[in-house]
């Protein structure tokens, strides 16, 4: 009996040392938030696509007019000059993959229903995906975006809610997410494709919608491609721009489920694929995609 108790403790001893081992590398790797950074930057980029597109919607201009060049056919229904509401605007990169001039390849459709003009306190925009991809990356999901008018800043701002997000990887891996965010419109507001440039002389052109900033807050949950579940919390808001394909600053707080608190920051300000997780003391690298 004696030496089966010492055989018991020494396997136990063992196996506890084993997990704590496996915990220790687990609270080490960076999968939940290169995953969640991937969502943030592809729901983001959905977002531009309807922000430029809804937000020039009166001009009725080519998709030449646009960051994405003329990768996209965008249609209007009822089309403009008619101003009866709700809209129906459908976004088409058709069905191979198209390089757009900000440097990412999609396809598919992005299809939104407005249920006023885009600038218009209270508008409400409902937007599907229909087998939509981002350099191979497919997005699924509803999101809807409601203008809230200025805020006490005179920034207008949007509440921006996600249901049923997923992202499906090149190697058919799966992330899901949900979020609740408020995306402040912080600069370049006033300015468009057609504005004057009062300094060159002729019209901003591209300049007029790269200049767009935004700062997000708010929280999100998800579950990354190995299935651990994790919730989110913005701490300093995230600010992106449509001239720039990556988050370019802000910190926000992950909380995997079983594992130690993840603190990414995407830096200061500068448009690069580079940011940091913070775990334990320790920081890594990682980069966006």
């Not at 939509?132 to 997005?139: E, I, M, R, S």
């Not at 600010?239 to 394909?245: A, H, L, N, P, T």
Request: proline share 2%; glycine share 8%.
């Amino acid at each position: 009996m004696k030496k089966f108790s010492i055989i018991y403790y020494t396997i136990f001893a063992i196996a506890v040392i084993f997990s704590s081992c496996k915990k220790s590398k687990l609270d080490k790797e960076t999968t939940t938030s290169q995953d969640n950074s991937y969502a943030e930057n592809l729901f983001n980029d959905v977002y531009k696509v309807v922000d430029e597109t809804a937000s020039d919607e009166e001009s009725n201009k080519t998709t030449n007019y646009y960051s994405f060049g003329n990768c996209a056919t965008v249609t209007v229904d009822p089309a403009w000059p008619d101003s009866t509401f709700p809209k129906t605007v459908t976004v088409d990169f058709g069905t191979t993959n198209c390089l757009g001039t900000d440097g990412k390849n999609r396809k598919g459709k992005i299809i939104y229903t407005m249920s006023g003009r885009y600038r218009t306190p209270g508008t409400q925009i409902s937007v599907t995906l229909d087998n939509y991809y981002v350099n191979d990356y497919k997005v699924e999901g509803t999101k809807t975006i409601t203008n809230n008018g200025k805020n006490s800043d005179n920034h207008t701002n949007f509440t921006i809610a996600i249901t049923n997000g997923k992202i499906t990887t090149p190697d058919n891996k799966v992330i899901s997410w949900e979020s609740t965010r408020n995306r402040e419109w912080y600069s370049g507001e006033e300015t468009g494709y057609m504005t004057p440039d009062t300094v060159n002389g002729g019209i901003l052109g591209w300049n007029g919608l790269t200049d767009d900033v935004y700062h997000i807050t708010g929280s999100a949950t998800g579950t990354n491609t190995e299935g651990r579940t994790y919730t989110l919390t913005i701490t300093s808001y995230l600010q992106v721009q449509i001239g720039c394909r990556w988050i370019q600053k802000g910190t926000l707080e992950i909380q995997p489920d079983g594992l130690s608190k993840r603190v990414i920051d995407y830096g200061t300000g500068n448009c690069d694929n580079n940011a940091t997780v913070a775990i334990n003391g320790k920081t890594y690298n990682i980069l966006l995609k």
